[in-house]
């Protein structure tokens, strides 16, 4: 009996000290798998690290003009994307790409559409805002069906959004429109328009940390010529890791803040480009491929762009076909004409 009693003594305490292993290593496995399983997220325009999961919203493209006489623009500093791309009379006009206009007061001055700004923003599956727009312009609308708030043609978004800046008129009228950021969603709600992405739309963006170990040359500044009459310059500041910008011989900035607008990547395209009627309007062709260059980092790299329909996004490579990575943040995109036009780094 004695016997008896020890063995099931001993046989107990090795059962109590496999239980209390088993407590002691549960939180630590749990910790660790919690960790293995946590995800991260990026904004789908600039990369950047988001807290929670973003949003499948589409995002507004914003025809600002870009005249000497329209500067300072306001509302631009808070865009993930800004393209410049020639017009008419050697200007260039910029679309700027917003994933979200509601912190915004004001942004402007807005300026009518043409055709290929369009294309820009069908290719980023965009809701567009604009001040009129070329007949053209206003026939591809219709054509591809494309959701817009124009503050020219469009009486009621002319009410609910947009407003007249009198301080800005001393140059024409043209130059006075704007509208409040903060009033676009009730309207988009109001006109029913689709808010989401559907479940094929791509960005064609990836962006990464390490984007600047593809370039190759040096690129301090940059130099964006569009024809004889104008240029966009950035300067890389080893700092912030980011290009400021410069035109008509004075900074880039934001006239809501007063603050340079700063940008991660300065990518360049090249499209053929002809007049298309006497008031000297432009067709630019954005669908097909040509070349380019990225700069990112203090460094730029040839690349090569594509896009096989006007409803698809834009697709970048390096040369050799490897897909192109940007860095994170936002960037500027210019499209100069493949005669013509430039770029130069230094």
Same mark, same amino acid.
């Given at each position: 009996m004695k016997r008896y009693l020890a063995i099931l003594l001993a046989l107990a305490l090795v059962l109590c000290s496999a239980c209390g292993g088993t407590k002691s290593e549960a939180p630590e496995l749990s910790n660790n798998k919690a960790e293995t399983q946590k995800e991260i997220y990026y904004a789908p325009l600039t990369g950047e690290i988001l807290d929670e999961e973003p949003a499948n919203t589409r995002p507004y493209a914003v025809m600002i003009n870009n005249i000497i006489y329209a500067q300072p623009q306001v509302g631009v500093g808070s865009a993930d994307m800004i393209y410049e791309i020639p017009a008419e009379g050697g200007i260039t006009r910029m679309m700027a790409i917003f994933s979200d206009l509601s912190d915004l007061e004001s942004i402007g001055s807005i300026r009518s559409l043409r055709p290929y700004y369009l294309s820009v923003a069908l290719s980023y599956d965009a809701i567009v805002i604009h001040g009129g727009g070329s007949e053209q312009a206003y026939s591809d609308v219709k054509t591809y069906n494309a959701d817009n708030l124009d503050g020219v043609r469009d009486a009621k978004a002319s009410s609910a959004i947009f407003?007249?800046?009198?301080?800005?008129?001393?140059?024409?009228?043209?130059?006075?429109?704007?509208?409040?950021?903060?009033?676009?969603?009730?309207?988009?709600?109001?006109?029913?328009?689709?808010?989401?992405?559907?479940?094929?739309?791509?960005?064609?963006?990836?962006?990464?940390?390490?984007?600047?170990?593809?370039?190759?040359?040096?690129?301090?500044?940059?130099?964006?010529?569009?024809?004889?009459?104008?240029?966009?310059?950035?300067?890389?500041?080893?700092?912030?890791?980011?290009?400021?910008?410069?035109?008509?011989?004075?900074?880039?900035?934001? $006239?809501?803040? $007063?603050?340079?607008?700063?940008?991660?990547?300065?990518?360049?395209?090249?499209?053929?480009?002809?007049?298309?009627?006497?008031? $000297?309007?432009?067709?630019?062709?954005?669908?097909?491929?040509?070349?380019?260059?990225?700069?990112?980092?203090?460094?730029?790299?040839?690349?090569?762009?594509?896009?096989?329909?006007?409803?698809?996004?834009?697709?970048?490579?390096?040369?050799?076909?490897?897909?192109?990575?940007?860095?994170?943040?936002?960037?500027?995109?210019?499209?100069?004409?493949?005669?013509?036009?430039?770029?130069?780094?230094?």
């Open positions: 407003y007249r800046d009198s301080s800005r008129g001393q140059y024409g009228s043209e130059h006075t429109l704007f509208f409040h950021g903060t009033k676009v969603a009730d309207l988009v709600q109001d006109y029913g328009f689709r808010t989401e992405h559907d479940s094929s739309y791509k960005t064609g963006l990836n962006f990464s940390d390490d984007a600047v170990s593809q370039c190759t040359g040096d690129a301090g500044t940059v130099k964006v010529t569009f024809n004889t009459s104008k240029s966009t310059q950035f300067t890389y500041q080893p700092d912030s890791g980011k290009y400021t910008a410069a035109q008509y011989n004075d900074d880039y900035k934001d $006239g809501a803040t $007063g603050e340079k607008v700063t940008f991660s990547n300065v990518l360049i395209l090249s499209a053929a480009m002809r007049t298309v009627d006497s008031y $000297g309007r432009l067709a630019v062709d954005l669908v097909g491929s040509g070349d380019g260059y990225l700069a990112c980092g203090g460094k730029y790299v040839p690349i090569k762009w594509s896009r096989s329909d006007i409803n698809d996004c834009f697709t970048y490579t390096l040369a050799d076909g490897t897909p192109l990575k940007l860095a994170r943040g936002t960037t500027y995109v210019g499209v100069i004409p493949t005669d013509g036009g430039s770029a130069t780094f230094a």
